[in-house]
């Protein structure tokens, strides 16, 4: 590489020394065509084998299928304990109706 003294410099631009060096390092960074070879071997120890689903269904991990078995348990248990809830607000409704008439029975009975 040739030395320049600065003061010797005549313009210096951004562009053109970005334009110089852009044309310099172009030779080095041409895209290499890798092996064959290198890419199995380099996908097999990132990802691994593939695996192969029976009957062309996705593979189910354990952790999946214990969350979605989670999950639909807590959704029945939801729906019951709600139904459950309805239920018990509709007896009590009911069974204050009839202790309101028992209550009465009760005193009248007792006064006499």
């Known amino acids: 590489m040739k030395f320049e003294w600065p003061w ?3 313009k210096i631009t951004l562009e053109t020394d970005l334009k110089l060096l852009e044309s310099k390092l172009e030779a080095f960074f041409q895209p290499v065509t890798p092996r064959v ?3 199995k ?3 097999l120890e990132l990802v691994g084998k593939p695996k192969r689903s029976r009957f062309s269904l996705p593979e ?3 952790q999946r299928a214990a969350l979605l ?3 639909i348990v807590s959704f ?3 729906v019951f304990g709600g139904l459950r809830i309805v239920v018990a607000v509709i007896a009590l409704l009911q069974g204050n109706r009839k202790r309101i008439v028992k209550d009465s029975m009760a005193k009248e ?3 006499v």
């Open 8 to 10: 010797k410099r005549q």
């Open 37 to 39: 070879e290198f890419v």
């Open 41 to 43: 071997n380099l996908r």
């Open 60 to 62: 189910v991990k354990w």
């Open 69 to 71: 078995a989670g999950g």
């Open 76 to 78: 029945f248990g939801l």
């Open 109 to 111: 009975a007792i006064a």
